[in-house]
C-alpha cells in the first residue's frame, strides 16, 4: 500500500460526522469492501457491534461519539447459571447454527432473478441477526477477562497482559479444531503416495483419479463442510469460500507435506505452557489472599478464548450466507446481460438490488465499471487511520479493551529498520519475511519463514504451523493472530501499524515477541 495522496480523499458523509472521533476498522476491514459488501457490513457494525459505522473508499470507519444501540442489543439474554461458554454453545450459537444451516440448503440458482433480488435483504437481515447473537455471547467473557487482565497488570507489570492470554491458551476452541483437521488431512495425504505426489505437483483436479484419490476427497469434503463454509474474513462476501475453491487447504496441506510443520501438537504445547505459566505466577505472587484471587479470576476468564474463536468461525459462516444468493443472482444477470459477470453483482448497493426486485432497472454496465476500477485503485492506498475529530491515539488507547484488541497506543519507532508493536506471543527468531497481503497468496510461505501481513482471520490459523513468526499491521494481545501465535507457540507482534510496507518480502527480520520488537536485519 501506499500512504493517502491526501487527506481529504477520505471525506465522512456528513459535515455533522466531523464532530465525533472515527477509527478505521483495520482488524476487521483491512481492505477496501465493494459496495455489497460493505452495505452489509455496516449493518452488522450497528446491529452487532451497536457502533455507527460509514465506509470511505470502500474502508470502514467506526465513530466513537455515539449513537449506537449497544452490543448485540435485542439479543434475548441466557438462563441463570450457565458459565460463559455453555451459554455460547446453548443458548447463542443454536439459532446461528439453524440460519447458516437453513440458507445453505436452499436452491438459489432456482429462483428467477427478480425474485432473488427481492430476497436478498432477508438474508442479509437473517445473518445480521445471526452476528448479533455471537456479539451478544461476548458479554459473558469480556468483563471476567478485563479483571484477570487487569489483576496480572498489577500483580505482574508491563507484560502482565501476555502473561494474562497465555494463562487461557490450550482450551479446546474452533481455530485449534480446524487446525488439527487439517492437519490430519496432511497425514492422510502423507500416506497415499498417489495422493501426495498429486497435492505437492498442484495438480489437484488429478485427485479423483488417483489411488486412494476418492477417500481422501471424502475427507476433505466433510472437513470443508464444518470448516470450509465462511468468508475467509469479516463480510469480504466477494470471495469464494473454501467450499467452493479448496485450492488454498490443499496448497496448504502441500506445504505440510513438504515438512512444513502440521498443527498436531500445538493444542497440548499451548496447555503445557499454560500450565507452567499458571504455576509461575502462583509462584510469584507468594501471598496466599493474592493467589486465590488469582485462581478465582482465572477460572472466571477460562471460557474467553474458546467463545471468541467459536464465535468468530460463525461469524464469517453467517457473512457467506449472503454470498450465495448474490452469487447466484450474478450468474443469471450476467447470463442476461445486464451485468458483465457474475463477480459485477458485488458492486451494486443492497437498495439498488432492494429496486430490482421491484422491478426497477440496475445501474448501467459503464457505471459498475467505474466503481470496478475505484476499488481497486483504493485498495493500493493506506487509508488515514483516523477522521472527524482529531483524538490523540493515547486518549483511545486508554481504554484497556480497545488498546489490547486493537493494539492502539504503541509509538512509532525512529529508529531505521526497527519496527514497534505489542508482544502477544513470546519468543524470538530470526528468519526470512513473507508479506501476505491476501490468503489466496499464503502459499508462498515456505517452512520456518516470518509471516507479515496486515491482519488474520480463522482460515488463517493453519498457516502457524507453517510460519516460524508472524507480525501483523493491526491487532493487540487479544486479536486473533495473537491467539493463534500462542496457541502454535510462535512469536508475534502485533499492530506495526505498517509493518507489510516497510519490511520488504524476503528480508531477513528478527521478531521479538515478547518485547514488541522487529529488527530488518538484512533487506
Not at 446461528?96 to 436452499?106: E, H, K, M, Y
Not at 447470463?335 to 458492486?347: K, L, P, R
Not at 516470518?450 to 488474520?456: A, N, Q, S
Request: net charge negative.
Amino acid at each position: 500500500m501506499t500512504e493517502a495522496p491526501e487527506r481529504t480523499n477520505f471525506r465522512l458523509a456528513n459535515p455533522e460526522d466531523a464532530q465525533a472521533p472515527w477509527m478505521w476498522d483495520a482488524m476487521h476491514c483491512p481492505r477496501p469492501l465493494p459496495p455489497l459488501a460493505g452495505d452489509g457490513w455496516l449493518l452488522w457494525c450497528a446491529t452487532g457491534i451497536g457502533m455507527r459505522a460509514q465506509m470511505v473508499n470502500g474502508y470502514c470507519y467506526l465513530s466513537f461519539g455515539g449513537g449506537g444501540p449497544g452490543m448485540g442489543a435485542g439479543v434475548p439474554a441466557p438462563p441463570a447459571g450457565l458459565t460463559p461458554r455453555e451459554a455460547w454453545e446453548r443458548h447463542y450459537l443454536p439459532p446461528v447454527v439453524n440460519f447458516v444451516t437453513g440458507i445453505n440448503a436452499r436452491d438459489f440458482d432456482a429462483i428467477p432473478a427478480r425474485e432473488l433480488a427481492a430476497r436478498l435483504r432477508e438474508v442479509v437481515d437473517g445473518s445480521t441477526s445471526a452476528f448479533a447473537h455471537t456479539m451478544a455471547a461476548l458479554g459473558g467473557v469480556t468483563e471476567p477477562l478485563a479483571a484477570f487482565v487487569r489483576f496480572c497488570e498489577s500483580a505482574f507489570g508491563a507484560d502482565g497482559a501476555l502473561r494474562a492470554m497465555t494463562m487461557l491458551q490450550g482450551f479446546d476452541n474452533a481455530s485449534a479444531d480446524a487446525g488439527a483437521g487439517l492437519g490430519r488431512l496432511g497425514a492422510m495425504a502423507a500416506g497415499l503416495p498417489a495422493v501426495r505426489e498429486a497435492i505437492l505437483g498442484g495438480d489437484h483436479a488429478r485427485l479423483a483419479t488417483v489411488d486412494g484419490g476418492a477417500e481422501f476427497l471424502d475427507a476433505l469434503s466433510r472437513y470443508l463442510d464444518e470448516f470450509g463454509i465462511g468468508t475467509q474474513t469479516w463480510f469480504e462476501i466477494h470471495r469464494p469460500t473454501w467450499r467452493e475453491d479448496p485450492s488454498v487447504p490443499l496448497r496448504l496441506i502441500g506445504r505440510y507435506l513438504q515438512g512444513g510443520g502440521s498443527p498436531a501438537g500445538a493444542h497440548g504445547h499451548a496447555a503445557d505452557v499454560r500450565d507452567e505459566a499458571i504455576r509461575a505466577a502462583a509462584a510469584a505472587l507468594g501471598d496466599a489472599s493474592q493467589v486465590e484471587e488469582f485462581r478465582a479470576l482465572l477460572a472466571g476468564a477460562g471460557d474467553y478464548v474458546s467463545v471468541i474463536e467459536g464465535r468468530a468461525r460463525w461469524q464469517l459462516a453467517c457473512a457467506a450466507t449472503v454470498r450465495r444468493p448474490s452469487i447466484a443472482l450474478g450468474r443469471k444477470l450476467a447470463t442476461s446481460g445486464e451485468i458483465e459477470a457474475a463477480d459485477d453483482v458485488f458492486f451494486l448497493h443492497l437498495a439498488e438490488v432492494d429496486a430490482y426486485g421491484n422491478g426497477e432497472a440496475l445501474p448501467g454496465r459503464d457505471e459498475i465499471a467505474r466503481r470496478k476500477a475505484a476499488f481497486a485503485s483504493w485498495q493500493e492506498v493506506l487509508p488515514p487511520r483516523f477522521l472527524g475529530q482529531a483524538v490523540p491515539e493515547g486518549v483511545l488507547a486508554n481504554i484497556p479493551e480497545l488498546r489490547q484488541l486493537t493494539g492502539l497506543g504503541v509509538l512509532a519507532s525512529t529508529e531505521p529498520g526497527i519496527l514497534r508493536g505489542n508482544g502477544s506471543s513470546r519468543g524470538v527468531v530470526r528468519a526470512r519475511a513473507r508479506v501476505v497481503l491476501d490468503l489466496d497468496d499464503a502459499e508462498r510461505v515456505e517452512p520456518g519463514d516470518v509471516l507479515v501481513c496486515p491482519f488474520t482471520a480463522p482460515p488463517w490459523t493453519p498457516y502457524f504451523a507453517v510460519a516460524s513468526a508472524v507480525v501483523t499491521d493491526a491487532g493487540g494481545v487479544l486479536s486473533h493472530a495473537a491467539i493463534a501465535a500462542r496457541e502454535y507457540g510462535i512469536p508475534c507482534v502485533t499492530g506495526t501499524k505498517d509493518g507489510t510496507r516497510r519490511i520488504a518480502d524476503g528480508a531477513i527480520v528478527t521478531v521479538d515477541g515478547t518485547e514488541g520488537i522487529v529488527r530488518i536485519d538484512e533487506v
